[in-house]
């Protein structure tokens, strides 16, 4: 079986300052990992995906990921926050199944 | 249009009454998959389909709940005697083949059952 464990609810940034979600899954071999962001009144859109090589990636608006096999992480983070990331960000993972399984999601929240 | 299309956007019902979800996912995608979003909470599987193959349907909550989709076209995902449990939003996605590639999302239907 495969699953996510996002451990914080709600992150709390000013602008300007660094960001790093953590996510943490379960899965017995090398999964899939992906981060996915919900912007209000927005669908969800793909930031950035792994799957094999380099185990940090680069996405989109900035984020990077660092995939680390001994720690079962995937945490995603962003060297200097907009007022504009604010929005709600999903870790998933996809093992032996084609179903992604996400996690609870972080709240990101970032003050002027 | 060019990405996926969920209709209706809102839908507000009574207790016991039936609805109907449809997914336009984009062309060409052959998996489709719906999930379910409750207020505060994550994503919840609830139904895959992948080309002409047996839906994997191991997400469903009930048996009120059921989904179609012709070929590689349009879904429906119906929910029978709602109760105020199903109220959240109800998200399709669709995407290429293979477990790397990225789903895209449709806005969702927000179901609210009063």
């Known amino acids: 079986a495969q699953s996510v464990t996002q451990p914080d609810i709600h992150i709390t940034v000013s602008e300007g300052a660094s960001l790093e979600l953590r996510c943490n899954y379960s899965?017995?071999?090398?999964?899939?990992l992906f981060w996915y962001v919900q912007s209000p009144g927005q669908g969800l859109q793909l930031l950035l995906k792994?799957?094999?090589?380099?185990?940090l990636v680069q996405g989109i608006k900035g984020f990077e990921a660092e995939f680390k096999r001994s720690q079962s992480s995937f945490n995603l983070r962003k060297p200097s926050v907009h007022w504009s990331d604010a929005a709600e960000y999903f870790c998933?993972?996809?093992?032996?199944?084609?179903?992604?399984?996400f996690g609870r999601g972080t709240s990101l929240i970032v003050h002027p | 249009g060019a990405g996926v299309s969920q209709s209706p956007s809102n839908k507000v019902t009574e207790k016991g009454k039936d609805v109907e979800l449809r997914c336009d996912p984009i062309?060409?995608?052959?998996?489709l998959y719906w999930y379910r979003q409750r207020l505060g909470q994550g994503l919840e599987f609830l139904i895959y389909?992948?080309?002409?193959?047996?839906?994997?349907k191991s997400g469903l909550p009930s048996d009120r709940f059921s989904a179609e989709r012709t070929g590689e076209s349009v879904s429906t995902l119906t929910i029978q005697r709602t109760q105020q449990e199903d109220s959240a939003v109800y998200l399709c996605?669709?995407?290429?083949?293979?477990?790397?590639?990225?789903?895209?999302f449709g806005s969702g239907t927000q179901l609210s059952v009063l």
């Open positions: 996605a669709s995407s290429l083949a293979g477990r790397s590639e990225k789903l895209f």
């Open positions: 899965y017995g071999a090398t999964p899939y």
């Open positions: 792994y799957f094999s090589g380099d185990t």
């Open positions: 998933a993972v996809a093992g032996g199944s084609y179903i992604p399984t």
């Open positions: 062309s060409g995608h052959t998996a």
């Open positions: 389909f992948q080309g002409n193959s047996a839906p994997d």
